[in-house]
């Protein structure tokens, strides 16, 4: 059989309640219909969650199966170590072509002091083939908000050179994905071979330079009477910037969307699109300001929960998977439909095993999370609670402590938008020492020392 082609479609910061599949307020504003036919024919997972929710350190769990503490990358601004095997890798050695296009933000190691030997930064400057991760085409910029805007900007080709581009920069960053399907502009993919292509948007992500997020222009138009989430409204204590910016937001998610139809059409213009699978998620998700100073970097649902809809191959039929997966098991799951063995160092299982409700799959019903930069801190959720414990180590330069406190303890069946933290209810005693052993087995798992947890007044 034709190994099929594999196109990984990437948003950043996206919540999964933009989209219709998940929310009936974004269907009726119609955000996603591409989308929303692909959950039609593919597979939605309802409950995805990221493994870190900061930009860079997801990135790096996504190319090399293993957590932050694992990879290095436990901050932004660590480059992956280039001898470090990636998903492009195993691909490239498998027989399949490579591609990468949009934002990488995996290629400096600028969190380090500058006097640091290992100290570089290629945030607004061509990226060396060995900081690539292996990837054969690449129209790509390091820090994509740092040599961009909503409308215009640069990024790079495999040859190191500078490419402008004027229009909106989704469309043009998608623009480079339909040249490499396309095989045109010198492109040299090989279409006796099939290809994995990564598409890497920075939307709906907010312009950090200009403080506000940028939807394409009518934005604010199109989607000013859109129904705001519950769990932004009822944020207490913060300072929130959702009114300002939810219209943007949207029509970011909505170019997200336009886009992915013009990357299925074109695969259906050059009859490949049968022979595709689709993976559609994001780094992580936006509280906007709900939960701390910035939009993620916590334990929090409105941080963690990403959509994930798969479509092609295996996966079809309009199924809805409720178990609890993780963007740690898509490499595995990349590798599984490409036919190639699954190290044993990957730290997630291929979701193909979950696609056949009637096979005993021994999936593990926990999803872990490592927080970084905000705090230094760990975090647990099962079907119905979250447990989330945190240290006093300078979270920028410590990848993992020795001692944490306690820091959120949430009923998630009775309290789904987290506003009672019940860590130092005495009532939950027993609740608090479950959820530390099952943290402390996923953190093993992780490379990381037990460490020792304590509450306000004792070591439990």
């Known amino acids: 059989m034709k190994r099929p082609n594999i196109i990984f479609y990437f948003s950043d910061q996206q919540r999964h309640d933009t989209i219709g599949a998940y929310n009936k307020y974004a269907k009726e504003f119609n955000i996603t219909p591409n989308l929303d036919k692909m959950a039609e024919t593919g597979v939605k ?12 350190p997801a990135r790096a769990c996504i190319q090399t199966g293993r957590f932050a503490t694992q990879n290095g990358c436990f901050t932004n601004g660590r480059a992956l170590r280039e001898n470090d095997m990636t998903i492009a890798k195993y691909l490239n050695n498998s027989g399949y072509d490579t591609a990468y296009a949009g934002k990488w933000h995996l290629a400096s190691n600028n969190a380090l002091k500058k006097d640091d030997e290992n100290y570089f930064d290629y945030g607004t ?17 390091d820090v994509l908000e740092f040599t961009s805007h909503g409308y215009g900007g640069y990024i790079y080709d495999e040859n190191m050179n500078k490419i402008e581009f004027k229009d909106y920069r989704c469309d043009c960053i998608t623009d480079f994905a339909l040249e490499y399907i396309a095989n045109k502009n010198n492109n040299t993919r090989d279409e006796n071979k099939p290809f994995f292509m990564f598409v890497s948007h920075i939307e709906p992500h907010q312009q950090n330079d200009r403080d506000k997020f940028e939807g394409p222009n009518g934005s604010v138009e199109k989607f000013k ?27 970011c998610c909505n170019s997200l969307d336009y ?20 993976i559609y998620t994001s780094d992580h998700s936006c509280h906007f300001r709900t939960r701390n100073s910035e939009y993620k970097r916590s334990c929090h649902e409105n941080s963690i929960r990403i959509p994930m809809i798969i479509s092609g191959g295996e996966f079809n039929g309009g199924v809805e998977i409720q178990n609890l997966v993780s963007l740690m098991d898509l490499p595995s799951t990349i590798l599984d439909i490409a036919g190639i063995a699954v190290p044993d160092d990957f730290m997630g299982k291929s979701l193909v095993s979950l696609l056949n409700q009637n096979q005993d799959c021994e999936w593990e019903e926990e999803i872990f999370t490592q927080i970084s930069e905000d705090k230094l801190a760990r975090c647990i959720r099962t079907q119905n609670w979250k447990y989330s414990i945190a240290s006093d180590e300078n979270p920028w330069t410590t990848a993992a402590a020795d001692k944490y406190y306690e820091d959120f303890l949430y009923d998630l069946q009775n309290d789904p938008f987290e506003q009672n933290n019940l860590i130092n209810e005495s009532e939950f005693k027993e609740k608090k020492k479950e959820m530390s052993r099952i943290l402390i087995k996923y953190m093993n798992r992780a490379g990381e020392k037990t460490p020792v947890i304590v509450s306000k007044d004792k070591i439990i």
Not at 125 to 141: D, S
């Open 45 to 56: 997972f309802e409950y995805a969650f990221t493994p870190q929710p900061v930009c860079g």
């Open 225 to 251: 009477n859109f129904n705001i989430p519950e769990d932004l409204k009822e944020a207490k204590n913060t300072e929130p910037d959702f009114n300002e910016h939810f219209a943007n937001y949207l029509g």
């Open 259 to 278: 886009n992915l139809g013009r990357i299925i059409a074109e695969l259906k213009k050059h009859n490949i699109f049968e022979n595709t699978v689709i």
């Open 125 to 141: 400057v061509a990226i060396p083939e060995n900081l690539r991760g292996g990837y054969k085409y690449w129209r790509t910029a």
